[in-house]
């Protein structure tokens, strides 16, 4: 008679050795991992698989088997639960560090105390429209109201937005069509303060903006550059809440100049008043913030000038996603001019400090308190109790950001601070300027005719410093801030 050979070790043996398979293809997926740390799990893999298969070999030693069995099921279970977060983690770190469309908001305005309740209200009445100033994104609006309507949307062209604005208020439209961003421009008018709670938001349009192609490099003869261990990053925060993917002034303006080699991280913050030329403005100046109005692409292309520097990669939230990223990693714990000692912030507290610019420095004063919190958020990021959640707080991040930083750039950031754990020196520096009054490029574009905004006139040395240290970093030179 044949000895009957035991099933279940065997399907024991083959489910070990497929979960672990693939666990082992998730670790090496997500690439997160130092090379003597893989070797050592896939070791540890190999000899838990071994033990196992042993334990559950043979049924009828009642005892060992049933340690098997239990030693497996926990095993197993650790073995999914590990897949599925590195799966997870790469999977959303993937989606983030892919570039999505931006849009523009436009919005159909009416006035306070208008009874209208829908665009069926007032589509018997031409829409009043800027004639020339974001025509394209206004044109784009009135058609998809005339699809929904059913019918061609009829519009009337002012010349310039005061004119536009005066026109609604004082019951001349019924309606008009604008990008919010420019009603806002046209509060920090005295003419026009307040305006924002004269009007009302009767519907608001998402507009996709077409993809900027990318920018074939010249051919080049020149010999091969020795490796850059730098590589910098600009954060822009926008001044809205709610979908970051949408066009709008950027408050925070800060490159962030990483060196792997010195491990040294250079912030350079550069007031949002800023009068300075814009990529798209034929050399004439605006104030840095209203350069988010136009895309990411314009603010990242401006500050590139200003430096004289070309930045690699960009990181933009809003101020949604700066209070969910603060409040993930647990606060942040942060020194702060004004306040005594340091302070542990949430999200929402870290934010209301980050927009205060009551200090006795105004706006330079508030650029200082911001490298402060970035710097904390650094730190917090960085910690050993971070990494060891780090899937968790992509989790809780996703969607409250924008970047194209690439995800091997991360997985390779990841993995040297798990094996080195380098000490990193973070040096904060922030430009400053006089105050001004003048008229930007793009209140002249809106209105044709002379808007005086304050602006605040760079200080050359400070530039000039900003774009000696950025250059050092890139010969991997240590740096050190300039004296005040």
Known sequence: ????????????????????????????????????????????????????????????????????????LLFVLGVCCGSAALNRTVNTLKSITSTSPQ?????????????????????????????AADRENTDQALGQIGTALGLTAESREFSGISELVNALLEGELRSMILNPEYLSLMEELEAFSGVSQRVRVLTELR????????????????????????????ISGIDTYGDVSMKSRSDVN??????????QILMVTTPRDYYVPLTISEGKRDKLTHAGIYGIDVSKGTLEMLYETDIDYYFRLNFTGFVKIIDAIGGIDAELDGFDGVRHLNGEEALQ?????????????RGKNQLRIIQAAINKVLSPAILSSFSDVLK????????????????????????????????RYNVTGTGDSEIPFTTMLLDGKPMYLYVMWPNEDDVAAGIEMMQAMHRDEVISLPSA
């Open 1 to 72: 008679m044949k000895k009957r050979i035991p099933i279940l070790p065997i399907i024991i043996s083959l489910l070990l050795l497929v979960l672990t398979a693939a666990f082992a293809a998730a670790v090496l997926r997500a690439g997160l991992l130092p090379t003597a740390w893989t070797v050592l799990l896939f070791a540890a893999l190999a000899l838990a698989d071994a033990l196992l298969i042993f334990l559950c070999a043979k049924p009828g030693k009642k005892l060992r088997f049933a340690a098997g069995v239990v030693l497996t």
């Open 103 to 131: 849009y523009s908001r436009v919005c159909v305005y009416v006035r306070a105390e208008d009874p209208a309740q829908s665009i069926e209200d007032v589509a018997g009445e031409p829409f009043g429209i800027l004639s």
């Open 396 to 427: 809780a991040t996703e969607g409250s950001f924008e970047t194209d930083v690439p995800y091997e750039l991360i997985a390779e950031l990841v993995r040297n601070q798990l094996a080195e754990n380098p000490q990193w020196e973070i040096l």
């Open 254 to 263: 800060i490159i962030v100049n990483v060196n792997t080699e010195t491990h």
């Open 207 to 234: 507009i996709q903006q077409p993809e900027q192609p990318e920018p074939t490099p010249a051919p080049s003869e020149e010999p091969e550059a020795a490796e850059d261990h730098c590589f910098s990053v600009y």
């Open 353 to 365: 400090r980050a927009r205060d610019r009551s200090g006795s420095g105004g706006d330079n004063w």
